[in-house]
């Protein structure tokens, strides 16, 4: 079973010529809204892959609340854990100019009130072996307790460093297992890395923290090493992106999924990096993340 807390948005864009100055109205193109929250994302790409996954997070008593929660729902997702709460459900309202530029404010509402006692219940369901999913969209103290609460349970830890806070590095610390960007890594390990210092850096810290470090690396696919130092590569094929948004979220997703499905870590690795990589063939975050299907027709295209 993979269990995934974190946050559920809707996501409310817009599309104008240009973004306006401050204090000012400019006219719209289009206008649409999505699913979205990394931690539904990362629960959308669970699904997917073909893996049990229960969801844990909050959304509001308001109209946005259907909306956010509709690809997991329509995914077959256990929604069990999820509570409506009094007030507003998390959104992103989206401002996109016709150079591509965007600005984008993120109000939190119900993903703020998924608490350490949701964390502690949700793992306490969960058995030794299970997998649970974190990123960094709820409260620091509640992925504390959730990451405090499987290591003592012997529950697996996938914990995603994105986006990146003030409480990243010290959270990271009680995970299995840490994915992060390059971006990400380096404010990690407080430089920027690449090409051999990016590995030798990755074998460090694994080695140092006694964990499995992932970290990855866009068009190059992702690095990992365990903490015995065994250094693994994924590579990703070559594409031309339609929009990298949720590419991250749904190497999450299918990396829990392959681990908790029992696939050793370079299986798991392999089959993320080429599901990131399908993600970012089609716009949006959830309606492009794959089906196991396609990632596994991929997978046999590239094996030729």
């Known amino acids: 079973m993979i269990t995934v807390i974190g ?15 401050p204090g000012e109205t400019v006219g719209g193109s289009d206008f649409a809204t999505a699913a979205g929250g990394k931690g539904a994302n990362q629960a959308v790409a669970v699904l997917r892959a073909g893996a049990p996954m229960r969801m844990v997070g909050a959304v509001g008593d308001d109209a946005f609340a259907a909306g956010a929660l509709a690809e997991l729902t329509r995914d077959g997702a256990d929604l069990s854990g999820v509570r409506k709460l009094t007030g507003a459900s998390g959104i992103a309202v989206i401002l996109v100019g016709g150079d591509g530029e965007n600005m984008i404010v993120v109000v939190p509402g119900a993903n703020a009130l998924v608490d350490e006692t949701m964390a502690r219940t949700a793992v306490a369901a969960l058995q030794k072996g299970d997998v649970i999913v974190l990123q960094q969209e709820i409260p620091a103290a509640t992925n504390a307790a959730a990451l405090d609460a499987a290591r003592a349970a012997g529950v697996t830890s996938v914990f995603n460093t994105a986006p990146f806070t003030k409480d990243s590095a010290s959270l990271s610390e009680k995970a299995d297992i840490v994915v992060a960007n390059e971006t990400e890594f380096a404010l990690l390990i407080g430089r920027e890395v690449a090409g051999k210092a990016l590995t030798d850096a990755v074998i460090s810290l694994a080695k140092a923290k006694s964990q499995t ?7 190059d696919g992702a690095v990992a090493a365990t903490k015995s130092g065994e250094l693994l590569l994924a590579e990703a094929p070559k594409i031309t992106p339609v929009d990298t948004v949720g590419a991250g ?12 499905a029992g696939d050793n870590l370079q299986t798991a690795l392999e089959r993320a990096a080429m599901a990131g990589a399908l993600a970012c063939l089609k716009p949006g975050a ?3 993340i794959p089906y196991a299907s396609e990632v596994d027709a991929a997978l046999s295209r590239g094996s030729r």
């Open 7 to 21: 946050s559920i948005n809707l996501d409310l864009t817009a599309n104008a010529s240009r973004l306006p100055a």
């Open 213 to 219: 470090i992932i970290v990855t690396l866009g068009g």
């Open 249 to 260: 979220d749904t190497f999450c997703g299918y990396l829990a999924a392959a681990l908790g």
């Open 286 to 288: 959830q309606p492009a």
